[in-house]
Structures are given as C-alpha cells and as structure tokens.
C-alpha cells in the first residue's frame, strides 16, 4: 500500500442548525463526527496503533447565516504511517453523501470502496461497491446490496465480553484511538492560535 484516501462526507447543514450533538454550548468540531469511523477504518486495515504522523490538519467553519460553528463543516487530515501517506476527508456541508476509501499500490493497483448509501429515513439510495483496478482495467468488482456492519460489530462486541480469555485488543485500538485524536486536536489548536 502506498496510499489511503477516505472520504465520508455528507449535508449535515440542517441538523448542525438545529443544534445536534452540540452539548452546553459545546460545538463538535468535524473531526469528531464522521472521521472517527475513518481513522478505525484505517487503523484496522494497517494496525498503525496511533503512530501516525500527522502533518497537516485543516478545518473549515460552518456557516449557517445566523450563527457560526468553528471548525464544524470541513476536516481534513494529511498523515504517513511508515512510508503509506494517509488522507481523510469529510465535508459536512456536501451536497450529496459520500462514503469512500481508495487504497492505492504498488504496480498501478487500486482499491475502490463506496460504502451503501442510506437516506435520512434508512432507504438505501445507493448500493455498495468494491472495484479493483490496475493500469485503469477492471480486474475485478462486487456489488453489496445488504450492509451488515452492525450485525457484524455487535457479534464481534459479544464474543469479545462472553470470552473467558480476554485480551486487550478492543482496549489497545480504543487507546490508540485516543492518542491519534490528541495529535489532531493538537493540530487544530495550534492552527487555529496560529491564524489568529
């Protein structure tokens, strides 16, 4: 792998103006939305245990003409893990919603992964797709029609607790969870004291 860019982007204008998920006057910043399930996504792929190396974050505003929610409505997040670069994307004022990785190899080799698409009212408007491509071919592609992922992740979450042999990894990626978004925040931070 030499690259992984994922982007989970979407219209989040409306319910941001009604003020979801902003607690006591507290404004999630957009790296707390959607790129958290990014950087698992990544962090499972590669196992980079938070040792990335972040280099440059940038956040936009949301403006929502009567207000403005710092740092809410654009993210993005440029890193290298070993010699992978790493680049997340989400633009929570998108028209259209959007949930991708692209996995990038050697010998012109790529990974296209679009995620199913869900309206507000859980009817799929898109179905999922993987395609993998070398020197632009098609060598081979699979289409998803059901997404399982919770079902998935509540079984995982059930052998884990109901095993009498458990091991830390759950706690582990949770930590390294962790130590990554101190990096970012500390990003933020130090561009945003930096511009003012």
Do not use: W
Not at 37 to 56: A, F, K, R
Not at 65 to 85: D, M, V, W
């Amino acid at each position: 792998i030499i690259k992984i860019s994922t982007e989970f982007s979407k219209n989040r204008i409306f319910d941001s103006g009604r003020m979801r998920g902003i607690i006591n006057g507290k404004v999630p910043t957009v790296f707390e939305i959607e790129i958290p399930h990014q950087i698992y996504i990544v962090d499972y792929l590669l196992n980079t245990s938070g040792d990335e190396d972040i280099y440059n974050v940038v956040a936009k505003d949301m403006d929502l003409k009567n207000c403005i929610l710092k740092n809410h409505g654009f993210g993005l997040i440029e890193a290298k893990y070993k010699k992978i670069y790493i680049e997340h994307i989400s633009n929570l004022m998108a028209k259209s919603t959007k949930k991708s990785i692209n996995i990038f190899c050697e010998d012109n080799i790529e990974i296209t992964a679009d995620y199913i698409i869900y309206d507000k009212n859980l009817k799929k408007t898109n179905d999922g797709i993987i395609v993998v491509l070398k020197n632009g071919k098609t060598l081979y592609q699979k289409v998803f029609e059901e997404d399982d992922n919770i079902l998935s992740c509540l079984s995982d979450y059930y052998k884990y607790f109901s095993s009498s042999d458990i091991n830390d990894e759950y706690l582990n990626r949770i930590r390294h969870f962790n130590k990554l978004m101190l990096k970012i925040n500390k990003k933020i931070e130090g561009e945003t004291n930096g511009a003012n």
